[in-house]
């Protein structure tokens, strides 16, 4: 193997665990740096050049050992990569949380000024509103998945329970059909109204978001494994 | 400070007290590790640069970028900040010491 393939792969096994921009920048540069190093040594030792490269890349491992290595070290940096079991739990309710502040916030907004918006804007709104606990969810968990040892598992957990909880509560809004002063617009909260359609949209979605990026983590250790398993 | 100063806290206290004495890069970091052990440490080069980012990421080492052959090069320094934890992890780490020379196998004998 030589040194570009090394880096290359090395790249690609930072992006699968979700190591990017300066992090996997500094990581790859001090790499090269490394093997590099270790080349001119051999080299003033009196090998040629291109054994050396062998060789140098052979003693710093497969990239994808090192960026296992590497991953496992920059998550325990993190107090949810030495948590993962109370970060995913407060993660959960934190995200509930805000999730449900949102909708709340939004909806009473709504509530104090849909008096001067359209019916069409108005049910668009209150649609965006009522998934958007779902939405803020997904992002969030996304973002801190990569740091977590469950990883993506961890994010559909998540937010398939904020897919289900949040369709028990929202905003319904009657159009003024007959007239100015008709209508009417609130904040429910009971299990009649929960939409199991929605949920259904919802979790289907979502199990199909994390399985792929699951899967997508995994393939190259399930390749390496079988790969061992033949030879 | 952190929990996790009995093994975890190893290869900081070591990168630390290698780069008080003197101003180094990675692969030098490494070899010297790998010399002054006789290799029985042997970090792997995936766990120390992650470490070194933290440590500069917690204002512990300063870094200076220079271009070597072509290629950047860091080297690290150790700042007033991470002298202060450098003596922290040696305090924790003698009393680990102490505490592990205690079960010598002549004091057990000796207490029973």
Redesign the interface.
Known sequence: MQQREFLARARKALIKHGIIGS?AK??L??????L???V?KLVAGGQDRESSYHDACKA??EPE??????A???A??SWQG?NPVLSSGILSVVVFLLGILVMVGGGFLLIAGWKNLSTEIMQSLITFINTLPWIVGLCWLAYHARKMPLGWKGLWFVTAFTAIVPGFMGFFFEPPTNGPGTGSMGFFLTWISYKPFDFILKFIITLGLTSFFWWFQTRGKKLEDEGQTLS | MKK?LFI?GVPELLLLRLLAQNEM????L?AKIHSISDGAFSF????I??????LVGDRCLSIRKET??G????YYRVTAKGNKRLSQLEDSWSKVSAGISKFGKDSIHATA
């Open positions: 992090r500094a990581l540069e001090e790499w090269n740096d490394h590099q190093s270790e001119e710093l491992g050992s090192l960026v296992d290595s590497a496992k070290q920059l325990m940096e030495r | 996790e975890d890069y990675g692969y030098e490494v792997g080069e995936g766990c640069y992650p470490i070194l980012h933290r070597v052959s290629r950047p090069r860091r």
